[in-house]
C-alpha cells in the first residue's frame, strides 16, 4: 500500500466516527425531552336539571282514517275518459273518471221494462186473488216478483250513475291507476282521494320502544331524516300500533299535529322525537363528548391543570343533543365535547381557535 492510499483509508475511518458519534448524541437528546402532546378542544360544565327522555323514529305522512277514499268501477267496463291526475285538487262531486255508458243504460232500460211487466202482473193477480179467482200463494208470487224487479232496477241505477266514478270529498289525487281504454277491475280502485285538512303521521318504532310509548306523549316534529331538518312543530301521540309488521317488524305509532308551521304533503318523510320519560334531577353532557369504549361508553374529565382524564360513565337516556349519565360523572366537572375522539388520556388540552364540526355523534 502506498502512503497516499494509507492517508485516504486512514481520513474515511475519521469522518466515519465523527458520523456515528453525532448520529449517537442525536438519540440521547431525543431521549431525554420528548414534549407533551397539546390538544385543541371544547369542552362544557356536566350540568344537573330536568331531562325528557326522548326516541327518535322515522315515520311519513299519511291520511286520517275517515278522510280518505279509494274508488272502484261498479263493474267490469271500458274506461272512455280519465279527468284528474295523481296531485291534483279535486271538489266533492268531481267527476275523476268516466265509464263506457252504452252496457250501463242498455242494463237500466232492461231492468225498467222488466220493473213495468212485474208491476202490471202484480196488480192483476192481487185483484184477481181478492175476487178468487186465483190462489193466494199466485198473488204472493206476483208481488214478491215484482219487489225483485224494483230492487234490480233500483241497483242498475246506480250502477249507471257510478258509471261516472266522481269524488265523495273534497281533497288531493293521491292515486291513479286508470289507463284511458282499459278495462276496469272491480277489484283494483281506480282511483284514491284524501283531505289534506286531515293528515296523520306514521312512525315506526322497534317492538322494545313501543312498550315505553304512551297516549298523549308529546313529539317534535321535523322533516326529513333526521332531527336537523327543518322544525314543524308539536305533535301528540294518538295510538300506538297493537301488531308488528310483517315486512318491516316494526310497530307503527300514529301522531297527530292540529297545527304545523307550514301545510304536510301526503307521504312526506318525518323524523320524530318522542318523549317516553322525565327525570328531574338528571346529569347531563353534550352527545359529541362520549367516545365509544367496546360496549361502553367513556369522556375525557379535564382537571384545573387542563389535563383530560379518561373516565368510563353508565348512559342513560338520551336525546339528539344530549345524553343521560347515570353513573361516573358529578355536577360542575367539566369535559371534553369536541376533540374528544382525538384526545388520549393524561394529554394537555387547550381551548380550540377555530371550532371545526363536531365530532359524528353516537347514535341512540
Known amino acids: 500500500m502506498s502512503f497516499e492510499t ?19 448524541g442525536e438519540t440521547s437528546s431525543g431521549d431525554a425531552a420528548t414534549p407533551q402532546a397539546v390538544v385543541g378542544v371544547q369542552t362544557a360544565v356536566v350540568a344537573t336539571g330536568p331531562f325528557t327522555e326522548t326516541l ?18 261498479p263493474q267490469p267496463a271500458r274506461i272512455t275518459r280519465v279527468y284528474v291526475a295523481t296531485g291534483q285538487h279535486v271538489k266533492q262531486g268531481d267527476p275523476l273518471v268516466e265509464l263506457d255508458q252504452t252496457p250501463f243504460r242498455a242494463a237500466t232500460q232492461a231492468a225498467e221494462a222488466t220493473l213495468a211487466a212485474a208491476e202490471k202482473a202484480n196488480e192483476r193477480q192481487q185483484r184477481l186473488a181478492s175476487e178468487g179467482i186465483v190462489a193466494r200463494k199466485d198473488a204472493e208470487q206476483a ?6 224487479a224494483r230492487a234490480d232496477a233500483a241497483n242498475a241505477r246506480r250502477a ?24 276496469a277491475d272491480v277489484a283494483q280502485p281506480l282511483v284514491e282521494v284524501a283531505d289534506p285538512a286531515a293528515l296523520d303521521i306514521l312512525l315506526n318504532v322497534t317492538p ?18 333526521n332531527a336537523t331538518g327543518e322544525p ?15 315486512a318491516s317488524r316494526s310497530v307503527a305509532v300514529r301522531v297527530q299535529a292540529p297545527t304545523t308551521r307550514r301545510p304536510l304533503r301526503i307521504s312526506e318523510t318525518i323524523y320524530g322525537q318522542i318523549a317516553v320519560a322525565v327525570h328531574p334531577d338528571a346529569i347531563t353532557v353534550p352527545l359529541e363528548a362520549l367516545v365509544p369504549d367496546g360496549e361502553d361508553f367513556k369522556v375525557f374529565v379535564v382537571d384545573a391543570s387542563g389535563t383530560a382524564h379518561e373516565r368510563k360513565v353508565s348512559v342513560g ?22 376533540g374528544a375522539y382525538g384526545v388520549s388520556d ?11 364540526a363536531a365530532a359524528t355523534p353516537v347514535k341512540p
Open 56 to 73: 327518535g323514529a322515522l315515520g311519513t305522512i299519511v291520511p286520517r282514517p275517515g278522510h280518505v277514499a279509494a274508488l272502484a268501477a
Open 143 to 148: 208481488a214478491a216478483d215484482a219487489a225483485k
Open 208 to 225: 322494545n320502544d313501543a312498550g315505553r310509548i304512551r297516549r298523549g306523549a308529546r313529539v317534535t316534529l321535523s322533516a326529513g331524516q
Open 317 to 338: 337516556g338520551r336525546t339528539d343533543r344530549r345524553a343521560e349519565i347515570t353513573q361516573g360523572l358529578a355536577n360542575g366537572e367539566r369535559v371534553v365535547t369536541y
Open 6 to 24: 494509507f492517508r485516504a483509508a486512514r481520513r474515511c475511518v475519521v469522518l466515519a466516527s465523527l458520523v456515528v458519534a453525532a448520529c449517537k
Open 346 to 356: 393524561s394529554a394537555k388540552v387547550v381551548p380550540a381557535k377555530q371550532p371545526a
Open 160 to 183: 249507471e250513475q257510478l258509471s261516472v266514478v266522481r269524488s265523495p270529498l273534497g281533497g288531493v289525487v293521491t292515486r291513479m291507476t286508470a289507463v284511458l281504454g282499459a278495462t
Open 232 to 246: 314543524l312543530g308539536i305533535g301528540t301521540v294518538a295510538d300506538v300500533g297493537g301488531t308488528v309488521d310483517t
